[in-house]
């Protein structure tokens, strides 16, 4: 298999502030890593493909000014959510593809205060 | 646009009784299908995939074009399969599109 962690696995923030969560794939270079987005109950949504060096691809709906997204190594990919809402609060997965494999993260959970 | 819909959001068995969770796809192309299961409190991580055709942990999927299904099934059903499980279609981008989860209760 191949792992890939999520720093942190949760976070508190106030309404306002920014919050980076980090994905890392220890052991195998992950070109290409995807952030979905889960609320409670509910199924994983895509938010974006991010893409080592280049720019990430956003869903439609997803605004990519709130959600920064940078790659800028083959094993780390960084979600930075600006100028937090309660609204923004949610279950942040992270994934690494190997091979056509996606492999997750833990997920972090934030919730904004 | 791709689609995947799992109709059933909890199914409850028992032990022993076989097991089935539906799964139904829309997809223009040639998808690729996988089932993915989170278990209580760990990560999400792959149960099988249908181009591998392998058996995992006693489940098997199969691919049905004509019915754009890919039913997970098991004969026998044991308590440690209790899961969430999620259908997935990746497309020609490789982004995987999930379903909305089934919550399966194997009870004793």
């Known amino acids: 298999g191949a792992v890939v962690s999520q720093h942190p696995s949760w976070v508190i923030c106030k309404s306002g502030t920014s919050v980076k969560i980090e994905c890392r794939s220890l052991?195998?270079?992950?070109?290409?890593m995807f952030w979905y987005r889960q609320f409670p109950k509910q199924s994983l949504m895509l938010m974006a493909t991010?893409?080592?060096?280049?720019?990430?691809?956003?869903e439609q709906g997803v605004e990519k000014d709130k959600f920064l997204i940078n790659h800028a190594s083959l094993t780390l990919s960084t979600l930075t959510v600006t100028s937090a809402h309660p609204e923004d609060s949610s279950f942040y997965i992270c994934?690494?593809?190997?091979?056509?494999?996606?492999?997750f993260g833990q997920g972090t959970r934030l919730t904004v205060v | 646009a791709q689609r995947v819909t799992q109709p059933e959001k909890l199914l409850s068995v028992f032990k022993g009784a076989p097991v089935e969770l539906k799964c139904n796809y829309s997809?223009?192309?040639?998808?690729?299908l996988f089932w993915y299961v989170q278990y209580s409190r760990q990560r999400l991580q792959l149960l099988l995939r249908?181009?591998s055709r392998e058996s995992i942990k006693g489940f098997t999927a199969d691919l049905n074009k004509g019915e754009t299904s890919f039913h997970l099934k098991k004969p026998f059903a044991q308590e440690e399969d209790s899961a969430m499980y999620y259908c997935?279609?990746?497309?020609?981008?490789?982004?995987?599109?999930f379903g909305s989860g089934t919550q399966l209760t194997v009870l004793p």
């Open positions: 991010s893409n080592e060096g280049s720019k990430a691809t956003y």
């Open positions: 997935a279609l990746s497309g020609s981008a490789r982004q995987l599109t």
């Open positions: 994934a690494g593809d190997k091979n056509t494999e996606a492999f």
């Open positions: 249908h181009i």
């Open positions: 997809y223009s192309g040639s998808p690729e």
């Open positions: 052991d195998f270079q992950a070109t290409t």
